[in-house]
């Protein structure tokens, strides 16, 4: 690609052509700009600088080498909260909102049935913090505690990065290291009210994952051991120690795992277990609350 005192119409349009997707070229120019929507819009037949046009040929080629165009961009929308994301973190995705919603409709019964009073919420294995810190961007900032966890440290730095955009209610997220429930804080055992997970879910065998995601995802965002089960039923296993009395667990699952997961939670002493589905109708949240 030239850039030697090109448009950015001229470098959308080749951009365009490259890539094969005007919308993609579209975010791709707009990042390399760094101006967005109408902003854009008023720039497209003003000359781009060297140093933007440079950063906008990195970027292509990096989406010609197969790279995400979540991590090329750095950063990806997750309901109302923009996440800076990059290899340390799985790419936040649309069905995960839903899950966030869950766990959210939940969050706010308890806030309501206690009149304000402090609800106390768990996002363990946050990655980014698209689960977590949508649910504490959400929700009224009195009364409200969110714990966000992970087991790589990496991603931790992601999320503790993503903090920052949330605002005030930043004020209410904790962040810990660690396996599962053992990051949590030993003097709130049995203070969780809401316990809500999007753990590795995927058979170390599955033939139907993308290319794209083996290549770039971190796989300990991805695999789980027992057909992809064993993390779901780890957490739904020690979940029961941390929730306060009827507490809610949420989990995202499988879009074949509904059954094995619903039994498993019954087995563990859960009630009301739940199995819901995404936007396109597959099995994706399991939820249950315990005693
Ligand atoms: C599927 S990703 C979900 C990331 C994020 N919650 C989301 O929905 O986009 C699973 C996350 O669990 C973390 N993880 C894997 N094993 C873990 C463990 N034993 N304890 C805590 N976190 C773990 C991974 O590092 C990864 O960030």
Redesign the pocket.
Known sequence: MSNDASTWRELLDETSNVVGDRTEARWLCEEAAGLYGDDFRVALDTAASQRMGLALQAMVGRRLAGEPLQYVLGHWPFRHIDLLVDRR??I??PE?EVVAETALSFARQFHTMREGGPVRIA??????G??GLSIASEMPVSGVEVWI????SD?LDVARANIAGIGRNAANVRVAL???CA?LPDELRGDFHVIVA???YIADDDTEIDDSVLANE?H???FAKDNGLA?IFEIASQAREWLVSNGRVVL?IGHRQGAAVSAELTSLGYRNVEIRTDLAGRDRIATANFR
């Open positions: 973190v799985l936040p995705r995960t996002d363990l294995g946050t990655g980014s698209a689960i966890t992970d087991a790589s991603a660690g396996h599962w990051a999007n753990p590795p971190p300990g965002a991805l993390d995202e």
